[in-house]
């Protein structure tokens, strides 16, 4: 079998387990009716199935970003169980009492499962040292659904690189979002043996729809997909997710992140927004707020410019970064 023939068949299994994932219930396994989560069931029927294709294989495991209260990861380690799986998660979101990381532990003693492990931790400092949990096992199967920001899911896909396997599949969750979709072109288009392999999205993001047509994305795939697969011999065609021609809104970062109010934006924008639709209430709700934000960093505001605040007073005016030593001049 040459390598295009070892590249075809995996492409075929992947292909299939989407094909499946489309068709049927996720994969039964003991305990599952204990979890709840953030996922539709397609979703993780996929990522179950991705899973299984990996199981056994002691040079590999799974990884996951965004780990909530255990859905995802739980149901692809109990589907795989002898599959070693890793969900990272710093618990600082959809967490108002800080119980999520003792949910999935107990859930995880409750359903039997052995082969997860919790890193309870920032994504990025969690990625940038990842070898210290994983050893010598490269990621199978990545999920990427913690933090939706444009950096945070480029770089996501960017510092997994170098602890990708080199026949690893990508999910990436909603990817309904437009800028969701660009983080994932621009990933594409940089990391040229990267394809996209499957796409399905829905008209609008599930909180927005019907009960009716919230539970049918309840048991499809939610928020939209991506799949994104290494194809280094070029057998798949080279289809981007689309996204918006405008980089509007991604210009628009320079003068958020320059403005001596930026942490602000958050609450800004939804005053701005109760105000033009002429909602006095909410306006003053987040004028509120506003004010309570603007009070705990009064002190940095005041030292910033309105705009153009460059964060560089501290840095030098000019260093020249040395050779390495031992490397000859
Ligand atoms: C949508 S939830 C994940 C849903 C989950 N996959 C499920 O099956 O239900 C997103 C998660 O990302 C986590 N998250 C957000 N920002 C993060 C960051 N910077 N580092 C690590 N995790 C983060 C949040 O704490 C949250 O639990």
């Known amino acids: 079998m040459d390598r295009n023939d070892g590249v075809r068949s995996i492409l ?17 396994f003991d305990g599952d009716h204990v979890l709840t989560g953030k996922s539709g069931h397609k979703l993780f029927g996929v990522l179950q199935r991705f899973g ?26 109990g589907a795989a169980p002898r599959l070693r799986s890793f969900g990272i998660d710093n618990f600082a979101f959809f967490d108002p009492n800080g119980k999520n990381s003792n949910i999935v532990e107990s859930r ?12 309870n931790m920032d994504y990025e400092d969690a990625l940038e040292t990842f070898e210290s949990y994983c050893g010598e096992r490269k990621i199978g199967v990545y ?45 594409l ?22 009960e009716g047509q919230r539970e049918e994305a309840r048991r499809g795939w939610w928020n939209g997909v991506n799949v994104l697969v290494r194809d280094p011999s070029d057998q ?29 934006a958050p609450t800004a924008l939804r005053a701005a927004d109760s105000m033009l639709r002429w909602n006095p209430l909410s306006f003053l709700r987040q004028r509120v707020l506003l004010e309570r934000e603007y009070r705990a960093r009064k002190r940095i505001i005041r030292e910033r410019h309105r705009g153009i605040n460059t964060e560089s007073s501290a840095l030098t005016s000019g260093d020249l970064t040395p050779l390495r030593k031992g490397v000859a001049p």
């Open 189 to 210: 288009r940089t990391n040229a043996d990267w394809k996209l392999l499957f796409q399905a999205y829905t008209p609008e993001h599930p909180s927005a729809m019907t």
């Open 143 to 187: 999920f990427v659904d913690g933090p939706h920001d444009y950096r945070s899911q480029l770089i996501c896909l960017s510092l997994a690189l170098p602890h990708l396997h080199e026949q690893s599949i990508i999910v990436v969750d909603d990817s309904n979002y437009n800028h969701v979709r660009q983080a994932n072109a621009d990933f």
């Open 12 to 28: 075929a299994a992947y292909q299939d387990a989407i094909r499946a994932a489309d068709l049927s219930d996720p994969v039964g």
């Open 236 to 264: 798949l065609e080279r289809v981007y997710p689309p996204t918006l021609r405008s980089r509007e809104r991604f210009e628009n970062d320079h003068t958020v992140h320059a403005s001596r109010i930026s942490e602000l």
């Open 108 to 119: 995880m003693q409750d359903i039997g499962v052995e082969n997860a492990t919790i890193i």
């Open 52 to 77: 299984q294709l990996w199981e056994g294989k002691d040079d590999a495991c799974y990884l996951e970003v965004g780990v909530f209260q255990g859905l995802t990861l739980l149901s692809v380690a």
